[in-house]
């Protein structure tokens, strides 16, 4: 039977009889690991019987079944993990070895480590057409979307569109109108700033999402949605913020229900854009509503994590939990490690140029507030920053407008509009 070593640790082979695992075994072989669904043909040994046979010889044994035209990253790196956690050397199997071959070879490209080109040459000199890894190689980039920031200097937020460069829809998320509380001036320079770029791109908007109720600028989605007639979204614990803010702003006709938006979004929801597939993360503790958009293999992540040199969002906001933001970023952290993470928020640390993009893997290896700190360590460490922050300038500008989604006061009988304070209503007064 021909075992074809295809890296230091791991060699591939056809289908092994029960006697052929022995021989293994006096190989040098320490692990075997089996991608084949058991009953593909009528001579195939089985799981059951292989793996008898393999721990009789002392080997190792794996089970993970798939088939070429359904594997999914989470088989690839299922193989990743079986190999790198096994002892070597190991060698994997399925029909002919093409499918274990696969697997090796789309984690090899998935981290960077080849190119498409280099898989279809790796296969060919060791006689294996690896079409099908390119093609599922080729299929996954397209569910990378595109992702433009834009930079809001005054606020130090940051704004996306996220398309699909297949069908050329997209999404806006956390769009920011101007506001200029001195002069008491709105624009909406931010807004066409992103309907020029997707208009210059023919792009098509399905969605504008916002990650939490901003505390610190006006959401322009009301804007937008004028200008594109693209749907609304938000977390559904909007509500919630909304009737923490009603009480504080003593507003009693404002409706409590999330319905100034298009969609309330739960836990775990899942929506498309274009053809690329977007899930939902509950992600509070900033704020009671915040949520996460996973969109392809990048998470817009909002006041959760900053960038690694910047650490995490303050939890001290009426609504706001250390405890549960650490909970939340967990989850955010759990994302595979490639995943792209990108912010909301880039604060500019020693005045360095902004920067909003980073990855799952780069968050966990340096931000100061998530590298080797624990959950007390972080709440011990968040609470005791946030005594020392003011309250965002904004904050009770900002709030009455974006628990509506958006929209700015109706115009009195004069054609004004008008916002309203509250006052001695929060903590954190600057001689506090
Ligand atoms: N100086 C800013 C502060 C804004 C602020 O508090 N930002 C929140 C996100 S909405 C935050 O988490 N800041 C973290 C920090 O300042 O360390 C303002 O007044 O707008
Ligand atoms: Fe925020």
Not at 334 to 355: C, L, S, V
Request: hydrophobic content about 40%.
């Amino acid at each position: 039977m021909p075992v074809i070593a295809i890296s230091e640790k791991l060699s591939i082979s056809p289908q092994p009889s029960i006697e052929d695992i022995r021989l293994l075994r006096d190989s040098g072989f320490r692990t075997l690991i089996n991608n084949r669904s058991d009953r593909e043909d009528s001579i195939q040994p089985g799981t059951r019987a292989q793996g008898q046979e393999a721990r009789r010889c002392g080997l190792s044994y794996t089970f993970i079944p798939v088939t070429a035209d359904t594997i999914t990253e989470g088989d690839v790196r299922a193989f990743q993990r079986a190999v790198a956690e096994a002892e070597g050397p190991v060698v994997a199997h399925c029909q002919t070895g093409g499918r274990s071959l696969s697997l090796y070879l789309i984690g090899e490209v998935l981290d960077g480590r080849m190119s498409v080109g280099e898989v279809v040459e790796f296969g060919r000199s060791r006689g294996f057409d690896t079409a099908s890894a390119a093609a599922w190689l080729e299929r996954h980039a397209a569910r990378r979307p595109q992702v433009k920031g834009f930079f809001d200097k005054r606020t130090w937020s940051v704004q996306y569109v996220v398309s699909d460069p297949v069908t050329r829809k997209c999404a806006i998320i956390d769009p920011v109108l101007d506001f200029d509380e001195k002069a008491g001036a709105t624009a909406t320079i931010n807004a066409d700033a992103i309907l020029d770029y997707i208009s210059d791109r023919d792009l098509i908007v399905e969605w504008i999402l916002d990650t939490h109720p901003h505390a610190d600028h006006f959401s322009a989605a009301r804007y937008l949605k004028e200008k594109t007639g693209a749907r609304t979204a938000i977390g559904e614990r909007v509500v919630d913020v909304q009737k923490l803010w009603k009480g504080i702003y003593n507003w009693p006709d404002l409706a409590t229900d999330g319905s100034q938006w298009d969609r309330l979004f739960a836990h775990g929801e899942t929506f498309k854009i274009g053809s690329i597939d977007a899930k939902v993360l509950f992600s509070p503790g900033h704020t009671l509503a915040s949520v996460t958009y996973v969109i392809g293999d990048a998470a817009f992540v909002h006041d959760t994590l900053f960038m690694p040199d910047s650490g995490t969002a303050r939890a001290d906001f009426p609504g706001g939990d250390a405890r549960i933001l650490w909970r939340s970023i967990q989850d955010i952290l759990a994302q595979p490690d490639d995943t792209r993470i990108f912010t909301g928020h880039d604060y500019q640390p020693d005045g360095r140029e902004p920067r909003w993009e980073s990855t799952v893997a780069d968050q966990k290896k340096s931000n100061p507030h998530l590298a080797d700190v624990t959950e007390e360590e972080f709440v011990a460490l968040r609470t005791k920053r946030d005594k020392t922050l003011p309250m965002p300038k904004l904050i009770l500008h900002a709030l009455q407008v974006n628990i509506c989604g958006g929209r700015l006061p109706e115009p009195e009988a004069n054609g004004k509009r008008y916002l309203k304070f509250p006052l001695n209503a929060l903590q954190g007064a600057a001689w506090a």
